[in-house]
Nanobody, 120 residues
Framework: QVQLVESGGGLVQSGGSLRLSCAAS????????MGWYRQAPGKQRELVAT???????NYADSVKGRFTISRDNAKNTVYLEMNSLKPEDTAVYYC??????????????WGQGTQVTVSS
């Protein structure tokens, strides 16, 4: 098993930035990919971004050009840099570890989540 702990959430104004961190208790290199999900009130869980073990990223259309996912394998940490934040980005953000099955990302482990609130 692996334990994932998110941090860095908070309250920001529209147009602001936040950097989320996901620290893993074990090596993240053993997983095919890491990802960030978000869950907003009244909306389904959305896969925001993924990054493979060698650093290839992918993004949801809703955040493309604004968010950047990165990883530090030596520190077993995954980051999500969020820029030009909008109120629609308000959600609980979850870090996950898993892999791609076919073309779809599947999560095997989840963090507790961190709240991101963007005010207008």
């Amino acid at each position: 098993q692996v334990q994932l702990v998110e941090s860095g959430g908070g309250l920001v104004q529209s147009g602001g930035s936040l950097r989320l961190s996901c620290a893993a208790s074990g090596t993240i290199f053993g997983f095919g990919a890491m990802g960030w999900y978000r869950q907003a009130p009244g909306k389904q869980r959305e896969l925001v971004a993924t990054i493979t073990r060698v650093g290839s990223p992918n993004y949801a259309d809703s955040v493309k050009g604004r968010f950047t996912i990165s990883r530090d394998n030596a520190k077993n940490t995954v980051y999500l840099e969020m820029n030009s934040l909008k109120p629609e980005d308000t959600a609980v953000y979850y870090c996950s570890a898993g892999g791609f099955y076919g073309s779809s990302f599947r999560s095997d482990y989840w963090g507790q989540g961190t709240q991101v609130t963007v005010s207008s």
